[in-house]
């Protein structure tokens, strides 16, 4: 059966490579198509159009946005080899307690930690103790699904290789080696395996220097 499977996408953005993660994992060939979110396409905005976010994954012309139900998507689409979620049902629920941690807790938290003007010591610590909080879920294993990526590893991809990136051109300290042992361990593990389907880091770095001298430029 012939099958078509678009993705829209801005490549610099962590929660479309959440879904080109698991699209490639599962060996799923698909067609990228960049959007401009300053100049959003008529695809995007109609394949889309409560959120008008990036992703949307398109198959067989069939839409499904937001990166964490895609990903559960493509799961239980394509079954072959790889499985992102677990089988045990208890399993499958925990794993998709933290990845909602992740979303809904740590990632406005770094972000205000990185980006934030006001408090800034403390959102530092606020952000380091909820990574805490996640790093205890490692249990000594590689990866949160065990010895392979899974579900909460995915979703952790801009802990894993983003904020590091960030760290280097603001200056702030949360994801090291001292303050957060084992996830940082992890996030070395995350980019090994995954490297090939992850953004340059140089163009990364680039871009988030970019945005940062404008800001500070714009502040001063």
Not at 79 to 85: A, H
């Amino acid at each position: 059966m012939g099958e078509e499977v678009k993705l829209l996408r801005v490549w610099g953005s962590p929660f479309s490579s959440r879904v080109e993660i698991a699209l490639r994992l599962k060996g799923v060939q698909y067609e990228f198509f960049e959007e401009d979110l300053q100049n959003k396409s008529a695809l995007l905005l109609k394949s889309n159009p409560v959120h008008k976010k990036i992703p949307v994954l398109l198959h067989n012309n069939k839409p499904i946005a937001e990166s964490q139900v895609v990903l559960e998507y493509i799961d239980e689409t394509w079954k072959q080899g790889f499985s992102i979620l677990p089988e045990n049902p208890y399993e499958r629920a925990h794993a998709r307690f933290w990845a909602r941690f992740i979303d809904e807790k740590c990632l406005s938290a770094i972000w205000k930690a990185c980006w934030g003007s006001e408090e800034h010591e403390k959102a530092v610590e606020e952000a380091c103790e909820l990574l805490k909080l996640l790093e205890q879920e490692l249990k000594g294993n590689k990866f949160f699904g065990g010895e392979k990526v899974g579900l909460v590893d995915i979703v952790g991809n801009f802990i894993a290789y983003w904020l590091r990136a960030i760290q280097e051109v603001v200056g702030v300290e949360i994801l090291t080696k001292e303050k957060l042992p084992k996830l940082y361990d992890w996030s070395d593990e995350f980019v090994n395996v995954l490297q090939e389907s992850l953004p340059p880091r140089d163009k990364l770095v680039a871009f988030f220097r970019g945005r940062f001298e404008s800001t500070t430029t714009t502040s001063n």
